[in-house]
């Protein structure tokens, strides 16, 4: 009955959607439409000053070893090769958390939020923008020298760009039944609470509280 009411009250009155409802919605949800290509990134960040030779030798030093523990952890990865079993994927997180100089890394255990080639070189610098997005999956860490110190990263993962223009029919169907589900939702709300409404249901506060229920857990 539940159901025959649902479909008959709301199902059944789906409404032709004007012109400006329809891109009002679009626009209000444009990242579920648009969005830049985004990578996500583990990274390890080692710092030294530029001018401190000094401290760049030993951050590079440093860096250079963890990158070869990486890459030979990475090298196991394939379930073929004979080290397969001493592969360790948490490997990343855990030098990170304990080696890394940048704290917003160190606390993310080196696994970065999805960012766009924009996010990056605001965050970072678009020379690592450039390294980043030329690579795939499949790569190895990579080891980068910058101004504030050396970088290794590894790409992760890569979601490719999208552009769906509200003129694609394919779209404005998408917005159609979005729009109206959202709508279907409310009004089901609203219905549900205009017949309790006109049912002048009341709960005896009293009642209720002697009332004790066979096998219940004791508490009315």
Known sequence: LVEEIIRQEFDEKQAAYPEQALKAFYDQHLSEFVQPERVRTAQLFLAAAEGDKAAR???KARATELLAQLQENEARADASHPEHTQYRPELFSELARKESQDPSIQAAGGILR???RDEMGAQYSLDLVAVVFGLDPQSPPRLLEEGRGFRIVKLLG???S???AFTDPAVRETVQRSLFREERTKAFEAY???LKA???VAIDEKVLEGVSVPGGAGTP
């Open 57 to 59: 030798t030993r951050a």
């Open 192 to 194: 549900t609470e205009k």
């Open 158 to 160: 890569r979601q490719a």
């Open 198 to 200: 006109d049912a002048k």
């Open 162 to 164: 999208m552009n769906r």
């Open 114 to 116: 999805w960012m766009s």
